[in-house]
């Protein structure tokens, strides 16, 4: 059987895909400048006869074709790049490049792309169809990795009929993953305001127009947006993060600088709230003799899975695994750029359970203590390996 076939490659690679996790985790880079990892991605799938191009500087497309009759395509994603997060771990694999982190799993995730990647080449006789690998760069960083390597023409040549992605969480046991069809991540926009006043010394506040209380008034009322404005069985998300006035105890400031992120899973809402915060911030500093510049960056859509193939995915994930670890994920407002795929092609993005409180690696992602069970890499490349065959029919 298949299934037999794929967990014996996937415990023969096993020891190795740890090997690249931690090569990848002690190496990181930063968005956009994955240079030595996409070239560690290269040198495997070089060593095992893989063609592959590149795609958006850093990313790698790789092709493995099976010797069976198909036309089907399935892409299967990981993401390459770290974050500017200092480790706080103690393991022989920390990172050696100082203030920068695989504080997501994205060292996880190339790593069991590569493990996959390895167990589908020794199958080529056994499925018909294309499997596309894309190793992608900058998940983490506006405009985002996924929607230049679509600009690019990942998604054609040939073109996938479905992509599949899968990414660590630390609140799931490992050996457990999660699947949720529908709306499953927000859309995220990043909201950078300016408001400007007239400063001078604050014990004479009736000569000045004091931004950092007009920027008080307006991160206050714009919690109106979501709590008075958005329909509440609609999730949304307005938080601020940063604050900066630069006065001091006796100076008032002539500005003051807001920095926040807006989350939703609407696009209409998405867009009519962008409206509205921009219009509130303006209209209520213009009203207390300042000014305001509203910019938003807007950044990734929310995610959807295409329900016919996540069911499909989450139906050959119990058979992989067996039933009892496969659980239900609920909405996660959180966002990510494989939303850019979802939106093109039908996708399905799923959980892989990292966690284990014996083994202190159930600390959330982009936190200087996240760390994984190693032992999820036991499932996490035959899992995707499997779902790729069965999907393409064979």
């Known amino acids: ?10 415990g023969t690679i096993f020891n190795d895909v740890v090997g690249y996790r931690r090569h990848i985790h002690s190496n990181p880079e930063l968005s956009f400048k994955e240079f030595e990892t996409s070239l560690f991605i290269k040198e495997k799938l070089t060593k095992w006869g893989i063609e592959f191009i ?18 089907k395509v399935i892409a299967l994603r ?3 790049d770290a974050l500017p997060i200092h480790e706080a771990n103690d393991k022989p694999y920390r990172s050696k490049n100082q203030g920068i982190m695989h504080a997501c799993g994205h060292d996880v995730h190339s790593s069991s792309l590569l493990g996959t990647a390895y167990i589908l080449n020794q199958l080529k006789d056994d499925f018909g169809g294309t499997i596309k690998l894309i190793f992608q760069p900058a998940e983490e960083l506006l405009p985002g990795g996924a929607s230049i390597m679509i600009k690019e023409g990942v998604l054609e040549n040939p073109k ?6 899968q990414h660590v969480m630390p609140l799931i046991d490992a050996g457990k993953v999660g699947f949720r069809s529908g ?3 927000a859309s995220t926009d990043e909201l950078y305001v300016t408001v400007t006043g007239k400063g001078g010394h604050g014990a004479q506040p009736h000569q000045n127009i004091d931004p950092v209380v007009i920027a008080s008034h307006i991160i206050i009322a714009l919690q109106q947006i ?3 404005n958005a329909d509440p069985r609609l999730p949304s998300v307005l938080s601020f993060g940063k604050v900066i006035a630069n006065g001091a105890t006796n100076i ?3 500005e003051v600088k807001i920095e926040g992120t807006f989350r939703t899973l609407d696009e209409n809402w998405r867009a009519e709230a962008h409206v509205r915060m921009k219009k509130m911030a303006e209209g209520m500093a213009e009203s207390m003799g300042g000014s305001c510049d509203f910019d938003i960056h807007k950044g990734y859509p929310f995610l959807i899975n295409e329900e016919k193939l996540t069911a499909n995915a989450r139906s050959f994930a119990e058979d992989f695994l067996g039933k009892e670890n496969v659980i239900d994920l609920d909405i996660w407002m959180a966002a990510e750029d494989f939303s850019f795929y979802s939106q093109v092609t039908d996708a399905c993005f799923y959980r892989l359970g990292t966690g284990n409180a014996a083994k202190d690696t159930q600390h959330s992602v982009h936190t200087p203590k996240f760390d994984i069970d190693e032992d999820a890499l036991k499932i996490s490349t035959g899992l995707m390996a ?3 065959v069965k999907q393409l029919g064979n």
């Open 386 to 388: 499997y779902i790729a």
């Open 78 to 80: 990981a993401d390459m």
């Open 226 to 228: 979501v709590s008075r």
């Open 54 to 71: 590149d795609c958006a500087n850093t990313g790698v497309v790789g092709l493995i074709k099976g010797n069976k009759p198909s036309e």
């Open 160 to 165: 996938p009929d479905t992509i599949v992605g």
């Open 183 to 185: 709306i499953y991540m």
């Open 252 to 254: 008032i400031p002539n």
């Open 1 to 10: 059987m298949i299934k037999d076939k794929i967990k014996d490659l996937a």
